[in-house]
């Protein structure tokens, strides 16, 4: 028993080194980094990896983390930036202060993918409890997870 966890504990570590390797600034196609460096010309600390067939970027801007996927084409791919509460659309903060108002917002994420944003909302309510939601722009909660 103990063996076969370790075994699948190296297999996901293995896996996980596989698909995401940090690169050097000099390793990242120059048409990416122009193009990255004249829309976000405030990042700061970034960091670049090649996560399978795309390249990613992790970065801060006025504190607020962000990441971007680009082809190697240079299309962003994907987004993720990380907001706070009153960045929420209003559709958001309404069924929020409905439906959660027991609850206070821990941290906030949009999502850009394929051209529709979704919204990652984590809920804290006291020590222990925690709510993960995922909204579409209107509001609708597409997904609701205890942990």
């Known amino acids: 028993m103990m063996r076969s966890l370790k075994l699948a504990t190296l297999a996901i570590f293995a896996t996980a080194a596989m698909s995401a390797q940090d690169l050097k600034m000099d390793e990242v196609p120059s048409n990416l980094a122009d193009t990255f460096k004249k829309e976000y010309p405030q990042a700061t600390d970034v ?13 801060d801007v006025n504190r607020m983390e962000h990441e971007l996927w680009y082809s190697k084409e240079g299309k962003v791919m994907k987004s993720e930036m990380e907001l706070t509460e009153t960045d929420l659309p209003a559709a958001i903060a309404s069924v929020l202060k ?5 609850y206070k917002v821990d941290s906030v994420e949009v999502t850009e993918e394929n051209g529709a944003k979704t919204y990652e909302v984590d809920l804290e ?23």
Do not use: C, H, T
């Open 47 to 59: 960091e670049w990896e090649m996560d399978m067939a795309n390249y990613k970027v992790e970065f």
């Open 98 to 102: 409905s439906k959660y108002a027991d």
């Open 125 to 147: 309510k006291g020590w222990n409890e925690e709510l993960d939601l995922v909204f579409s722009a209107n509001g609708e909660v597409l997904s609701e997870m205890k942990d």
